[in-house]
């Protein structure tokens, strides 16, 4: 009797693997209600197999059932569904034929909170998938400061950078330096966060030079 692969995925067993290479095509089959491999593997948290199976057999994570719902449909823990995500490239914005994304579908039937909490996040965060070369570039080259800021970074010693007898603001080197450590700094919203700090300090300069500007006397 021939085995089916579809229990031995959701066994992880490890005559799988020998039959799929002998015949790699059915590494994408299905069976008779559209279930994958990629879906069985997901479903029950086999994660090297669900590698394998997108990585040398070249399976399409974004494989969907008879329902339209991919593998990310039918997770049961918050790795199988990271995994699917951050590594493999699935599309968390599919709907099934419903009209529901797997996050809509996981929070409306309340199995698990975890899961529809962790796909809230990644959407909201705005995580890019693997090969997002445009998220990665907009990352690589973050939006232009305002008209008239320049930042130059250095070694210069204070006195230098700002001129002899002058001394940096406290708090304002204490905002920059924690705003450098965060871990969006390089993001858009990072950025966006230091130019309005150059800008506030522009204008707090601006308005300390008018208060020492000694009125004219007739």
Known sequence: ??????????????????????????????????????????????????????????????????????????????????????ELGVDPSINNDEGMTAEEKIRAEGDYPTIAEFLRESR?????????????????????????????LGTMEDSQALGEGTEADPEFRQRIEELAARDDFQGEEGQKQLRDLIADAIRGAGREDERHVRPRLE
């Open 1 to 86: 009797m021939a085995s089916n692969i579809f229990i031995l995925a959701a066994d992880n067993s490890p005559r799988l693997l020998p039959i799929l290479r002998s015949n790699p095509s059915l590494a994408s089959a299905k069976d008779e209600h559209g279930y994958s491999l990629v879906h069985a593997a997901a479903s029950y948290s086999h994660l090297d197999l669900l590698r394998t199976l997108v990585h040398e057999f070249h399976v399409d994570p974004n494989i969907t059932d008879e329902d339209g719902e991919t593998a990310l449909f039918v997770v049961e823990s918050v790795e199988p569904a990271q995994v699917l995500l951050e």
């Open 124 to 152: 909201v965060i705005g995580a890019p998938a693997v090969g997002d070369t445009q998220s990665t570039e907009n990352r690589s080259h973050p939006p232009p400061l305002p008209p008239n800021v320049k930042i130059r």
